[in-house]
């Protein structure tokens, strides 16, 4: 399933459907900076790796900047709006704290491109585009013998350059390494890394030019003033989709609140029905139980941790009052062990292992 939203000719079409690949871009308010450290940018990765735990996308590729930031991603499940929601809502609530600020962080609504990630030639196109930012932007000098590695803050030497054992598990490097062309070796990362230089050093600062394939309608599909990135063809069948649910004679707010929201609610139904089970629990004892009760709190992780679901659903699921009971709980369940039944630890570390 999936779903459109058009609001007027200033605002893109948006689609989500299963298999989706997006490439989504936002800017600081006012064009101000969105990332004033290192502690920022760790911060905001640490948000996209939870934000790919609880949805199951996989990155193809990031780049941080100063005011703004690309990302890259696949979502298996129709799930982008919901994670994106979560990820801008998270990032601006600890920017705040941290520097003391208030209000938005980030611009007009997100831009997301919806991209033919299946077809070779725009999948490498948008990788290149996202890694050559810095190159455009001036911070990195190939041509003064500098390389896109010195830029800490991207997929490349963030991911792609680095050995297996130290990536980022939402970081899809078999997909980028077996498209781009380049075996996940030392040798062969060193040829990446160097195809990249001999891109930027041809391209060169401030080149903003996307070639664009034969065929392609260059009104419509850009990296980034279009909304989409593919053939005309795959334009087509997004279309063709969009209407087909727009169809169906529910409204907008209708589609992208029932069924984005189900989403979420179905998968973390299913993790506490099966949970409560395994923790000796029955669903009338858990309004007897304190909020902080280590099998209620454990579940609460776990639904947290793995889907969109808010907390004050997980509050009221497991009689735990509150919102911010539930916040609670979680802040002091990471600083101390848990004593729980040994079938709920199985059924935990199986939800946490099993890939979405």
Known sequence: ??????????????????????????????????????????????????????????????????????????????????????????????????????????????????????????????????????????????GEGGSILDYPWSSIAGGYALAPRRRAKWLAAAEGFSTMGYADTTAGRREMVAYLDERGRAEGKGSGMVPLPHGVDGRMSHLRRGWYWGSQEFAQRALDLAEALIGKGKSRAYMRNRERVAHGMQEAQRILEDGIALAGLKEKELGELPANESRKVALARLVWGRTTVSQSWIAERLKMGNAANVSLALHRAKRKGQELPKDLLKFIAKVQAYAH
């Not at 450290?37 to 934000?51: I, T």
């Not at 704290?97 to 997100?110: A, E, N, P, S, T």
């Open 1 to 142: 399933m999936g779903w459109v939203e058009k609001a007027g000719m200033a605002r893109s079409v948006r689609i989500e459907y299963p298999g989706a690949y997006y490439h989504v871009m936002a800017r600081g308010n006012r064009r101000e900076a969105i990332f004033l450290d290192e502690d920022d940018r760790k911060f905001f990765l640490q948000c996209l790796a939870e934000a790919c735990e609880k949805t199951g996308w996989r990155v193809q590729a990031w780049v941080l900047m100063s005011n703004h930031y690309h990302l890259f991603v696949e979502t298996p499940e129709a799930n982008l709006v919901e994670g994106m929601k979560w990820v801008q809502n998270t990032v601006t609530r600890r920017f705040n704290v941290r520097h003391r600020k208030w209000g938005r962080l980030f611009g007009d609504r997100y831009k997301s491109v919806l991209v033919e990630g299946g077809e070779a030639n725009y999948y490498t196109t948008l990788w290149d585009y996202i890694h050559l930012n810095p190159v455009r932007a001036g911070l990195v000098r190939i």
